[in-house]
């Protein structure tokens, strides 16, 4: 391992710890492996895929059997084509390691777009083949160069119901209102989300959000921090914040809030207005050991409405195929973030702003909510 390729995997391994994926122990032992240069560390099994095999990387937890129940047992039939899912957390340092050890283990990662286009532009990720992958099985706009869309998420307004009552929080301006909504809040630890609501609150129209006025946002998150009880970096550590009462409303994964609702018996209720959506995708690794051709066949497998229902029905991840909204029962279609009705009343992220400012931003945001 060349001294940067250390370096992507260390700043990997930082950010895994930072939100809790690994523990100190963990992060001990593999830092050890980063500086020994152990390219086997790279895989979190320590094992090189074999042939007739992928792997794909997601970020663990329920996402390892759901994934495997959805989409990996369904292409082994298919294809004959063995597939190992892998939580070790496909951040943007440990694929860029990945790609410069020279010998990726991994095939496919469960990636944040704006990650997907930074890493293409390095030259660490495949281009997508859409001659296999079918653009029409997606929404519109979500299909990028080196990424394809297959669920879809949001950022949500979480609120105490019975705290409120009836005046229930409308959007973005009532969550900082806490005359109006008195009582502690819990913003997302890692930025995104934090700085539209803010703008939002502070009055930007959504049609006028992007590109972000980092300035603006930073110094509405400042002046509000009083009020955060919490900056949570997880999602369960976000569930626990609202249902142990510690904050009164707080902007949460819709994944989330569906549970909250369902763990408080709906004392905690949860809003799409002003909700900020966004979109999880497959990409594929340059060189991947599995080969490009069944990455792109396993991406396009993964398109399937049956199995991004069985996505739904595990994780409340929205599907990606839109021929997969009819499948979804009518009481299950408000939990849903790409349901027609819920999506005309969000915002959409904006990838090609945070493929461009992330870094820079996240460091600035940091500083604010640490002072």
Known sequence: MTNETKKQAM??????????????????????????????????????AAAKELVLVNWGGDALTAYDAAYGQAFTKETGIAVKMDGSGPTEGAIAAQFKSGAPTWDLVDVDPFSAITLGAQGALEPIDYAVVDKKKMREGFGWEYAASTYFFSY???????????????????????????????????????????????????????????????????????????????????????????????????????????????????????????????????????????????????????????????????????????LIPADKKRINPVDPENMKKQIALDMDWYAKNYGAALDEYTKIISA
């Open 11 to 48: 700043d990997g391994l930082s950010a895994r710890a930072a939100r809790g994926e690994i523990s100190r122990r963990q992060f001990t032992q593999l830092a050890a492996l980063v500086l020994a240069g152990t390219p086997m560390l790279l895989r979190s099994t320590g094992a090189f």
């Open 156 to 326: 949500v307004i979480a609120y105490d119901s019975e705290k409120y009552g009836k005046d229930a929080p409308t959007g973005m301006a009532d969550f900082f209102d806490v005359k109006k909504f008195p009582g502690k809040r819990s913003l997302y630890k890692w930025g995104v989300s934090s700085w539209e609501a803010a703008l939002l609150a502070d009055g930007i129209a959504p049609a006028s959000l992007y590109p972000l006025d980092l300035k603006r946002a930073h110094d509405k998150i400042a002046a509000f921090k009083e009020n955060v009880v919490a900056y949570w970096g997880g999602g369960a550590e976000s569930q626990s914040v609202l249902l142990n009462g510690e904050a009164s409303m707080a902007i949460v994964w819709s994944t989330r809030a569906s549970l909250i609702e369902q763990d408080s018996g709906g004392k905690i209720k949860f809003i799409w207005d002003q909700g900020l959506i966004s979109p999880g995708a497959l990409a594929v690794l340059k060189g991947n050991p599995g080969g490009k051709d069944a990455a792109m066949k396993f991406i396009a497998s993964a398109q399937d409405p049956q199995k991004q229902l069985v996505m739904f029905d595990k994780l409340g991840q929205g599907p990606a195929n839109p021929a997969a909204d009819a």
